[in-house]
């Protein structure tokens, strides 16, 4: 066990997370027993029920069997001590396997209208300053976010309007952002934002591989 990602989801499914990783200097794990870390990309929202909210909640593309396997998935890795990085749903996953629940719907935050993500500044702290600065850029294209953070974690970005954009587990490697970094780089590198690199980076040697 070692040295590379399990994307869940797998590779086919996901393409530009599994080039994203592969330009950061990681490699995926066919399988979740043999990666050192685990990558939880984004999609739809995930059940109420499962996130802390209500019934009726505005939530979109509900895949509850999807929910209830990453959440496994999630917290095997968690007890494990092995690293995991959530990305928008992802992130959410991440919280909710840690504790914490959801917001339903944040204005301002979704995809703009004729498609594609916006772009906002943010403010950050601890591992984020270390990779970005105190101020970055990043994209967005999620309407739910984190509302109470999970025990022993940490606020690592916040947008301007207060929403949190990233956060990560005090005492072990395990750290959710809203935006997407396998958006920000390669081919899909913009010079209004920052780019992803540098987190997949540092998550790919938390994992054992990269730089």
Sequence with gaps: MGG???????????????AAVALAG??????PED???LLLPGGGDMAPALCGLPDGAPCRDVDEARDRR????????????????????????????L????????????????????????????????????DCAVN????????????DCAVLQVALDG??????HRRQIAVGVQWHPERLCG?????????????LAWFAAACGGGA
Excluded: K, M, W
């Design 4 to 18: 590379s990602i399990y994307l869940c989801g797998g590779a086919a499914a996901f393409p530009n997370y599994a």
């Design 163 to 168: 929403v949190v954009e990233a956060f990560g």
């Design 187 to 199: 081919p899909f590198a913009r010079a209004d934002a920052v780019s992803g690199l540098p987190l």
């Design 26 to 31: 990681g490699r995926l794990a066919a399988r």
């Design 99 to 134: 504790g914490g629940t959801l917001l339903a719907d944040v204005p301002g935050h979704g995809g703009l209208p004729g498609g594609g993500d916006r772009i906002h500044e943010t403010r950050t702290a601890g591992l984020l300053t270390g990779l970005y600065g105190p």
């Design 35 to 37: 990666a050192g870390g």
């Design 140 to 151: 967005s294209c999620h309407h739910q976010a984190v509302d109470r953070l999970p025990p």
């Design 70 to 97: 990453e959440l496994a998935l999630c917290r095997a890795f968690l007890e494990a001590g092995r690293p995991v990085l959530g990305i928008c749903r992802g992130a959410q996953v991440l919280a909710a396997a």
